[in-house]
C-alpha cells in the first residue's frame, strides 16, 4: 500500500540553527500539505501545494519558514533560525487532488533546545 | 472562520463497551468530514471519509454519521478493544477546499 514518506523522523536542533524536514507523497497525488501539531492539540495547516504551485501559505511564519515542491512531487519544508516555539510534529499529507481524502506521513517531530 | 470541538477530551470504557465520540463544527458549509485515528507519537491514519451530501460511512466496526445543517458529526465503535486505544481527530474541509481544520481530539483508552 503506497504511503507518504517523511524524514527525519525526528530532530534535536539548537535555537537559531536551520533545519529542514523532506516529505515524497504517494505517487500521483498532485496536493501536498505541510501540518503542523503542538502537543495535544489537532494539526494546524502551514502551506498546500496543488502540483509545484503555492494554494495557500496564509499561515506559514514567512519570516523564518519556507516551502518548496520544485518538480511538483516531492517537498521540503526549512525552517530559518529555529525558535523554542517551533517545538512540534510536522506532519505532510497528500491528496489526489483538493477535495479529496488526505493520507498523513509518520510525521517529524522537532525539539528546539 | 471554522471552530471544531470534540468532546469528550477523553474517554476510558472496559472492553466490549460501545461508544460514542462526538465532533461539531461551526460553519456548515463543509465538502467532506474526515476521522483520524493518532497513536502516540505517530501520524494520523484515516479511517472514514464522509461527503456532504452523505449521511453515515461505515468500515467495519466503526460508523460515523454527518448531520451537515445541526454542524455535528458522531463516531460509533463497537465492540471496543484494547487496540482501539489513541486519540480520535474528526477534521472538515472548507474554504474552497484548501482548508481542513481539525479538533483537538478524544482520547479513548480501552482497558482490559
Known amino acids: 500500500e503506497a504511503e507518504v514518506a517523511q524524514s527525519p523522523r525526528y530532530k534535536i536542533t539548537e535555537k537559531s540553527q536551520a533545519v529542514a524536514f523532506w516529505c515524497d507523497p504517494i505517487?500521483?497525488?498532485?496536493?501536498l500539505y505541510w501540518y503542523r501539531q503542538i502537543l495535544g492539540q489537532g494539526p494546524e495547516l502551514l502551506v498546500q501545494?496543488?502540483?509545484?504551485?503555492?494554494?495557500?501559505d496564509s499561515q506559514l511564519p514567512k519570516d523564518r519558514f519556507s516551502a518548496e515542491r520544485l518538480k511538483g512531487v516531492d517537498s521540503t519544508l526549512k525552517i530559518q533560525p529555529a525558535e523554542l516555539g517551533d517545538s512540534a510534529m510536522y506532519l505532510c499529507?497528500?491528496?489526489?487532488?483538493?477535495?479529496?481524502?488526505?493520507?498523513f506521513g509518520p510525521g517529524t517531530r522537532l525539539t528546539v533546545t | 472562520k471554522q471552530e471544531v470541538t470534540q468532546i469528550p477530551a477523553a474517554l476510558s470504557v472496559p472492553e466490549g463497551e460501545n461508544l460514542v465520540l462526538n465532533c461539531s463544527f461551526t460553519d456548515s458549509a463543509i465538502y467532506n468530514l474526515q476521522w483520524f485515528r493518532q497513536d502516540p507519537g505517530k501520524g494520523l491514519t484515516s479511517l472514514l471519509l464522509i461527503q456532504s451530501s452523505q449521511r453515515e460511512q461505515t468500515s467495519g466496526r466503526l460508523n460515523a454519521s454527518l448531520d451537515k445543517s445541526s454542524g455535528r458529526s458522531t463516531l460509533y465503535i463497537a465492540a471496543s478493544q484494547p487496540g482501539d486505544s489513541a486519540t480520535y481527530l474528526c477534521?472538515?474541509?472548507?474554504?474552497?477546499?484548501?482548508?481542513?481544520?481539525f479538533g483537538t481530539g478524544t482520547q479513548l483508552k480501552v482497558e482490559l
Open positions: 499529507a497528500s491528496s489526489l487532488s483538493r477535495f479529496y481524502e488526505q493520507y
Open positions: 477534521a472538515v474541509l472548507t474554504g474552497g477546499g484548501n482548508k481542513l481544520t
Open positions: 501545494f496543488q502540483d509545484e504551485s503555492v494554494v495557500d
Open positions: 505517487s500521483g497525488h498532485a496536493t
